[in-house]
C-alpha cells in the first residue's frame, strides 16, 4: 500500500510569491491535514479537510488555505509569503472509521528567501 | 492549549542503555500517541494510549499515562542507534465532531554506538 505522498520536496520562493503545495493521501483515505513545522518547533496544525469540505483551521492567517479535491487529495495554498513561512508541511491522512491515527507525509519544505 | 510539552528537549545516551522521554499535558484527553521523526521527514506513528489506561507495550516501547497528573512517559528498552530520532507526544481531543491532535515540541534523541 502506498503511503502519503507530497509534491513538492523542496520548494524555494521569495517573499510575497504564492507557494502551492500538494498531498496525495493513503487510498481508502478521506480526511486530509496540513501541519506546519518550523525550524525546532513541533508541529502546529493548520487545516483539517474531510469529505471535500474545510472541518477545522489553526491559528493562521487566512493567506494560508486549501482545498480537498473529489480524488481526496489536497492543496495548500499560500499566499504573500513571509520569510517566517519557510518550514516544513507536512500532510497525514486518515481513514473515515478511523480518527485515531494519523499517516504522515515525508514533507515538503518551504524556503522563504 | 492543551498542547504536550516534552522533557526533556534532548537526550544523549550510549547504545544498548534505555531512554526514557515525558509529556506533559493541560486539559482532558481521548488518547495520547507518541510519534517518531527522522531528521526533519515525516512523522510515524509509534503508539497510542487511550485515557482509561495505565500503560502499554509495543516491542521495545512502554507507554505510561498518568491522566491525574496530565502526564505520560515513552521508555525505550536496550537503544540502538537507528532509534537516534526526534520523539513528539500528541494530545488527542473529540469533541463537537472534530477530532484534533495537538503536539508537542518533542525530545531529540542521540544514540551513540
Known amino acids: 500500500e502506498a503511503g502519503v505522498t507530497q509534491s513538492p520536496t523542496h520548494l524555494i520562493k521569495t517573499r510575497?510569491?504564492?507557494?502551492?503545495?500538494?498531498?496525495?493521501?493513503?487510498?481508502?483515505?478521506?480526511s486530509v491535514y496540513w501541519y506546519q513545522q518550523a525550524l525546532g518547533l513541533g508541529l502546529q496544525?493548520?487545516?483539517?479537510?474531510?469529505?471535500?469540505?474545510?472541518r477545522n483551521r489553526g491559528n493562521f492567517p487566512p493567506r494560508f488555505s486549501g482545498r480537498q479535491f473529489p480524488n481526496y487529495s489536497s492543496e495548500l495554498n499560500v499566499n504573500a509569503l513571509e520569510l517566517?513561512?519557510?518550514?516544513?508541511?507536512?500532510?497525514?491522512?486518515r481513514t473515515r472509521t478511523n480518527q485515531e491515527t494519523q499517516y504522515f507525509g515525508p514533507g515538503t519544505r518551504l524556503l522563504v528567501l | 492549549s492543551q498542547q504536550g510539552e516534552e522533557d526533556p528537549q534532548a537526550l544523549s545516551i550510549q547504545e544498548g542503555e534505555n531512554a526514557t522521554m515525558n509529556c506533559s499535558y493541560k486539559t482532558s484527553i481521548n488518547n495520547l500517541q507518541w510519534y517518531r521523526q527522522?531528521?526533519?521527514r515525516g512523522l510515524v506513528h509509534l503508539i497510542l494510549i487511550r485515557s482509561n489506561e495505565r500503560e502499554k507495550h509495543s516491542g521495545r516501547l512502554r507507554v505510561t499515562l498518568d491522566t491525574s497528573k496530565k502526564s505520560s512517559s515513552l521508555l525505550?528498552?536496550?537503544?540502538?542507534?537507528?532509534?537516534t530520532a526526534s520523539y513528539f507526544c500528541?494530545?488527542?481531543?473529540?469533541?463537537?465532531?472534530?477530532?484534533?491532535?495537538?503536539?508537542?515540541?518533542?525530545?531529540k534523541l542521540s544514540v551513540i554506538p
Open chain 1, 16 to 30: 510575497g510569491q504564492q507557494a502551492t503545495l500538494r498531498c496525495s493521501p493513503i487510498s481508502g483515505h478521506t
Open chain 1, 84 to 93: 517566517e513561512d519557510s518550514a516544513l508541511y507536512l500532510c497525514a491522512s
Open chain 2, 76 to 83: 525505550i528498552t536496550a537503544s540502538r542507534a537507528a532509534d
Open chain 2, 90 to 107: 500528541a494530545t488527542a481531543y473529540s469533541g463537537a465532531g472534530s477530532y484534533q491532535l495537538t503536539f508537542g515540541k518533542g525530545t
Open chain 2, 38 to 40: 527522522n531528521s526533519g
Open chain 1, 45 to 54: 496544525f493548520l487545516l483539517w479537510y474531510d469529505e471535500g469540505e474545510e
